[in-house]
């Protein structure tokens, strides 16, 4: 089993930054990627990054490139997802998941996915 916890989140204004921090426990070998979805309002959950842990390798959502960035620390366990020129757009319920095959989560498809965070609220607001 592999447990989740997200932290980081809060209120921000349209332009600023924030990092949301994943950090992971249980058997975190059998994880090959981790990554972030978002889910706002009335929405689907959508995929925003996945980070491989086998080769380093990432994937991001078109309306995320550039201003989002998924890295991992010098811990093992932890995954930070750092968050430039926020937009009310991002605003949404941010949920760490992990995919033993990977497949899923450098696909950035909900199914499949293996575990999830319980997930964090991000909203961007004037």
């Known amino acids: 089993q592999v447990q989740l916890v997200e932290s980081g989140g809060g209120l921000v204004q349209p332009g600023g930054s924030l990092r949301l921090f994943c950090t992971a426990s249980?058997?975190?070998?059998?994880?090959?990627?981790i990554g972030w979805f978002r889910q706002a309002p009335g929405k689907e959950r959508e995929g925003v990054a996945c980070?491989?842990?086998?080769?380093?390798?990432?994937t991001y959502a078109d309306s995320v490139r550039g201003r989002f960035t998924i890295a991992s620390s010098n811990r093992k366990n932890l995954v930070y997802l750092q968050m430039n020129n926020l937009r009310e757009g991002d605003t949404a319920k941010y949920y760490c998941?992990?995919?033993?095959?990977?497949?899923?989560?450098?696909?950035?498809?909900?199914?499949?996915?293996?575990?999830w965070g319980r997930g964090i609220q991000v909203t961007v607001s004037s």
């Open positions: 980070l491989s842990r086998h080769d380093g390798f990432t």
């Open positions: 998941a992990s995919d033993n095959a990977a497949i899923s989560c450098m696909g950035l498809r909900s199914a499949g996915i293996d575990y």
């Open positions: 249980g058997a975190i070998d059998e994880l090959s990627a």
